[in-house]
């Protein structure tokens, strides 16, 4: 399985001649971050011509290994740059278990901060799993995230109680790079239960990095994609798009209130993901009993809320009802 992903950053792009030796002591294996395996115990970064190819001061390779271990790694100068140029870093390995728990994977519990795409959603379930490296596969599930996200997470749930230790991982590709830097990179997260955990005990994963939406014309919408390492594998998709208001809720939306009294009304106004969108115009307007009531427009803080107090001067009906955009709030004068 593909395992860590490391970045080594330099202080200017390597010149010509110059590159870097990357080693690693026991079962660890080196090679490109975008690899189904890797084989190497030694590679080479240089612009041109190495194991990695490296034109920018940011340099990346994969480290795997079959074996549960604590591992160092250590990348030294070479060629033409002095071999005084060095560094280490230790890398510590988990072995999954040879056989994978029965688990089913999704989002967090009572997470909203994604959304379940569908085939009418922008971008659709097919666009999403129609898209390298996801042809001709079937997700588990496919999310929508917001692209002001800097992390998403998602949960596995082991199906029955272990009885004892469980250890699987999940295999995560990067296709837009948003994760890694690296657009199609591979690497791998431990998962793991304990003895006495519980049936559907969650394990919850944080995958940092903002997905973001490219392209104005033709946006590239960010994806990664999450395979849980079960009985029955469970791949899970993720993708990128805007937060947009997407509605109102309303503090006591219905009330029953004494004629000529004055209320004050707090909506807040919340993206699809369920977050509070600030500094938005919203317009309110008035209809009914108290009909001759000018509209106001309000603009929501930064917890989205927007307060509008309506006082009562209406002489004919019983019931006001307040527009916010799309939304309706119906009070009722109590007589």
């Not at 999403?128 to 998403?152: D, E, K, R």
């Amino acid at each position: 399985m593909p395992g860590q992903i490391i970045k080594a950053t330099l202080t200017a792009p390597l010149g010509s001649g110059e590159t870097l030796t990357v080693t690693s002591t026991g079962s660890a294996t080196l090679g490109a971050v975008n690899a189904g395996t890797t084989t190497l115990t030694s590679l080479v970064i240089a612009t041109s011509g190495g194991d990695v190819a490296c034109t920018t001061t940011s340099c990346y390779f994969r480290v795997d290994n079959t074996v549960g271990e604590n591992v160092t790694v250590t990348i030294t100068g070479s060629g033409t740059l002095a071999n005084t140029v060095t560094s280490d870093l230790g890398v510590t390995f988990t072995k999954s278990d040879a056989t994978p728990p029965t688990a089913t994977a999704g989002l967090v519990t009572d997470d909203t901060s994604m959304t379940t795409a569908s085939t009418s959603t922008t971008p659709s379930i097919a666009t999403i799993s129609g898209a390298s490296p996801y042809n001709n596969n079937t997700p588990t599930a496919t999310f929508l995230a917001s692209t002001a996200n800097t992390s998403n997470s998602l949960s596995a749930f082991i199906t029955a109680a272990p009885g004892a230790a469980k250890k699987t991982h999940w295999t995560v590709t990067d296709t837009s790079g948003k994760l890694t830097g690296v657009a199609g990179s591979k690497y791998s997260v431990p998962v793991a239960w304990g003895a006495t955990a519980l049936a559907a005990a969650e394990v919850t994963t944080t995958f940092a990095g903002s997905l973001l939406v490219t392209g104005a014309a033709t946006p590239v919408y960010q994806t990664f994609t999450a395979t849980l390492n079960a009985t029955v594998p469970q791949v899970i998709n993720v993708a990128g798009k805007a937060p947009a208001a997407s509605g109102f809720t309303v503090t006591n939306a219905s009330r029953r209130v004494a004629v000529g009294s004055t209320n004050s009304i707090t909506a807040t106004l919340a993206d699809q993901y369920d977050a509070a969108v600030s500094n938005t115009s919203v317009t309110v307007t008035v209809a009914g009993r108290n009909g001759a009531t000018a509209s106001s427009t309000l603009v929501t803080d930064a917890s989205g809320k927007v307060t509008y107090s309506l006082v009562d001067v209406g002489t004919v009906g019983t019931t006001t009802r307040l527009h916010l955009q799309q939304q309706v709030l119906q009070v009722d004068q109590q007589h």
